[in-house]
């Protein structure tokens, strides 16, 4: 929970978090969508933003507790929607997550709203749930979007999608497309240094690993691409996977360390 809460402190996270970002910020743009006059919207609305609020501080059950109490005022209300699905999400809790996206979607699309970034999330969402082939699908639709304001994001979604499915190629081309984007852009960095660990390009990952530690700090998901450098420059582990352990005992990286996923990221 504490890597939640950072990522709503930060302007830069891994992309791993961009489903929580979306939601800070559809929940902040809500008013526009709704009539200020709509009793039951205003209701759906004030819950949904108390349980943003208390999703950011750890209070997860609260969370959710609101999000529904948002929902039995307007069950039509698309922000409670996306910031359920994302929590379930979150908590790993897939049946309804996916309730939740493929509603928030369906009512996106109902009432003239754009999808794009709510896809772009549900996209990410089922390259973490081991659906690559579907999350490229949906992230196709997000890369055909010409209005689309976070495609630099969408781009590093869809290169880490990519070689989660084992299409290197196809990843080396999205996160290229991403930095020639955003010259520098932490996350693509950081997975760029990933493909090329994964297809031998050892001298230019350790300056993109370099780069990506500079860039980030010691986060857990630059300690785990240290680890797996470590790993396949001098054939076993080293000082990135103890502090790894030690400093993020409870992390995704961590569990992939203990699990010896050397292949994932």
Known sequence: MKRLTALLLN??????????LSVVVLVGG???MSNQTNVAQNQARAHTELAARYYQVGQ?????QEAQTALASDGNYVPAQTLLALIYAELHQDKLADAHFDRALKLSEAQGLSTTDLRNSYAWYLCQSDRMEQGLQELSVVLN???YNSLDKALVNAGVCAARANKLDMAKTYI?????MSPNFPAAVLYRAHIELSTQQLKQARVDTQL???ILGETPEVLWLMTRLERTSAGGLGNASERLLKNF????EAAWLRAQRWQWF
Do not use: E, H, R
């Open 11 to 20: 302007v830069f996270q891994s992309m791993k978090y961009v489903l929580i």
């Open 30 to 32: 809500c008013g526009s």
């Open 60 to 64: 997860v059950a609260v969370a959710v």
């Open 145 to 147: 979007d010409p209005l």
């Open 176 to 180: 290229s497309a991403a930095l020639d």
């Open 212 to 214: 990506a530690q500079k």
């Open 249 to 252: 005992p409870t992390s995704v």
